[in-house]
């Protein structure tokens, strides 16, 4: 499964909204669960979302609860994760990962068996 974060991730003013996406190919999409992580310099990727795979369970980071929000499209293999109300803090290199096994409550990034390539969010105070 090759993952590529397409777009979404730039500069945005504090208190404003991002839309990322991550397209994918190569297997079947609704076999995996997905996620988005996120990373800053010097830090462990950092969970932020998951969804099943028929997108009917969500599950977010604390952080991110109340205003990010996932969503899959199956047909066509793609990730969303909607940032809404962003703050500073989550500056960072967002990505996308897939996970053939397991339960979307339970994924860490040591788990994930595919990765999108990144994309930057700078949010600006």
């Known amino acids: 499964l090759r993952c590529s974060c397409r777009l979404g991730g730039g500069l945005v003013q504090t208190g404003g909204s991002l839309r990322l996406s991550c397209a994918t190919s190569?297997?079947?999409?609704?076999?995996?669960?997905m996620g988005w992580f996120r990373q800053t310099p010097g830090k462990e990727r950092e969970f932020v979302a998951s969804?099943?795979?028929?997108?009917?369970?969500?599950y977010y980071a604390h952080p991110a609860k109340g205003r990010f929000t996932i969503s899959r499209d199956n047909a066509m293999n793609t990730v969303y994760l909607q940032m809404d109300s962003l703050q500073p803090k989550d500056t960072a290199v967002y990505y996308c990962?897939?996970?053939?096994?397991?339960?979307?409550?339970?994924?860490?990034?040591?788990?994930?068996?595919?990765w999108g390539k990144g994309t930057q969010v700078t949010v600006s105070s």
């Open positions: 990962a897939a996970q053939l096994n397991g339960a979307p409550q339970w994924i860490v990034a040591a788990g994930m068996d595919y």
């Open positions: 190569g297997r079947t999409f609704s076999d995996y669960v």
């Open positions: 969804i099943s795979r028929s997108g009917g369970n969500l």
